[in-house]
């Protein structure tokens, strides 16, 4: 692995723990509350920690791309073909979840990014757009592409899926974030350029807020329900 992988990746880790020195900075020079300097920080250092890390990744985006790479328009028709991949694995994995391992549906994380967004509008740029690019260029570029240079493709997806589920915090639904990672590594591999799982992670993401926004958490549960009532008929 270049060694410029290995800053990019301290850097992801500096930037997911530096609220515990930046949050308490912004509230003492701030005239904000500390929930407030928790989430302006959250905004700055994904904006930083994503300057930072295209500036190591700059060598790869001068890259020529391979030359089997696909098309813009594959590109677009990859993209979205995976947004439906990727909602068929997760909808499968909640199923699995709920009846076989008996876990109850609902995450807490994107419960307590939807509170975050609503208390502070500009916090949706975090999970729509600055995290899926970080995540897809930290965990199917450098994490994926490295495992996939040693192993089969189903080895290094299943690997770096369930690195990426850790990530996020809940290991009860593990499930769900390894399946979404597994699809986004087969996009990677199938178009070979990182832009189509960040298109389709982008995309998976906010069209999860916009319906957390438009929904009560009664409708949201029973169009869960209805999901997997037509999938279990399938």
Known sequence: MPKRYWYVILAYIIMQYSAYIGAPLFYAILPVSDIEASIYWTVFSFILGLIIVLSFMKPDMQMRAARDASSASKVITWSILGVFMAYFAQAFAVILETFIFDITPGSENT???????????????????????????????????????????????ILSALIFGFIHQEPEHILI??????????????????????????????????????????????????????????
Not at 134 to 157: D, Q
Not at 215 to 226: A, N
């Open 111 to 157: 419960a307590q990014i939807m509170d975050l967004s609503r208390a502070i509008p500009i916090f949706v740029i975090v999970p729509a757009l600055v995290g899926p690019i970080l995540e897809e260029i930290i965990f199917r570029k450098i994490i994926f592409g490295s495992f996939y240079k040693k192993m089969n493709f189903f080895f290094a997806a």
């Open 177 to 234: 974030y390894a399946s979404m990672g597994f699809v986004f590594a087969f996009l990677y591999v199938r178009t070979k350029r990182i832009i189509t799982p960040i298109i389709v992670h982008m995309s998976m993401n906010t069209l999860t807020i916009i319906a957390q926004y438009s929904l009560t958490p009664e409708q949201i549960q029973q169009q869960l329900d209805q999901l997997q009532l037509i999938l279990i008929g399938l």
